[in-house]
């Protein structure tokens, strides 16, 4: 079942007028919004989800309008905002934002590239937002005793996967049962037929 929505006047009561405790609303959930499992600081709020297709438009040829040509569905972006009310909720950001905006580094040669977040709201899940990449993020400092704001837009992505690297097994070329070579060191050497009894040459003079 659905997360109801706190503060709609028929959330609490059946079809047979019998008051529903689960239906009651939860301020908890649609007031907070987890980001890979921790909870984010602050008043949590998920403003909009938006979902678009991909179509191309070609030339009406006198029929209006023209035919779309759909080539699939764009990713869904939202837009989300933190409320800051006190020093607590503000030292918890803090030390959450670096996560917030994650990057894998993949050395100098080549550029980093941003990490998928896990997000969970109750209007994210009911749009098919899981996993999601954090686009942009704004800050406003607070005013006087006013709260701190922070926007930021995620955009939907593919679920990360594992993807396991294994080794490519050489093919076969045929010189596996050639016939191997000794080193010089160990090749078998012709016998010396050399008469070494005879003096040299230069000596029988």
């Known amino acids: 079942m659905p997360k109801s929505i706190p503060g709609w006047l028929d959330a609490p009561w059946n079809p047979d007028q019998t008051q529903n405790p689960d239906l009651v609303g939860n301020p908890q959930a649609w007031n907070s919004l987890l980001a890979n499992g921790e909870r984010l600081p602050g008043l949590a709020k998920v403003h909009s989800v938006k979902h678009a297709l991909i179509a191309f438009h070609g030339r009406a040829s006198g029929k209006t309008p023209g035919a779309p040509t759909v080539r699939g569905r764009e990713p869904g972006v939202a837009s989300c905002s933190?409320?800051?009310?006190?020093?607590?909720e503000w030292a918890a950001y803090v030390e959450i934002s670096p996560r917030l905006l994650p990057v894998v580094n993949r050395g100098k040669a080549k550029p980093g590239t941003a990490g998928a977040v896990q997000f969970y709201h109750p209007l994210l899940a009911a749009h098919g937002?899981?996993?999601?990449?954090?686009?942009?993020?704004?800050?406003?400092?607070?005013?006087?005793?006013?709260?701190?704001?922070?926007?930021?837009?995620?955009?939907?992505?593919?679920?990360?996967?594992?993807?396991?690297?294994?080794?490519?097994?050489?093919?076969?070329?045929?010189?596996?049962?050639?016939?191997?070579?000794?080193?010089?060191?160990?090749?078998?050497?012709?016998?010396?037929?050399?008469?070494?009894?005879?003096?040299?040459?230069?000596?029988?003079?």
């Open 129 to 205: 937002l899981r996993w999601c990449l954090v686009r942009d993020l704004e800050a406003t400092s607070p005013t006087g005793s006013g709260p701190g704001i922070v926007r930021f837009t995620i955009e939907e992505t593919q679920d990360p996967a594992d993807v396991k690297v294994t080794q490519a097994k050489p093919k076969s070329t045929g010189l596996e049962a050639a016939p191997i070579i000794d080193i010089a060191g160990e090749a078998p050497r012709p016998p010396n037929l050399r008469d070494l009894t005879r003096k040299p040459a230069s000596l029988a003079r």
């Open 82 to 88: 933190l409320t800051l009310l006190n020093n607590a």
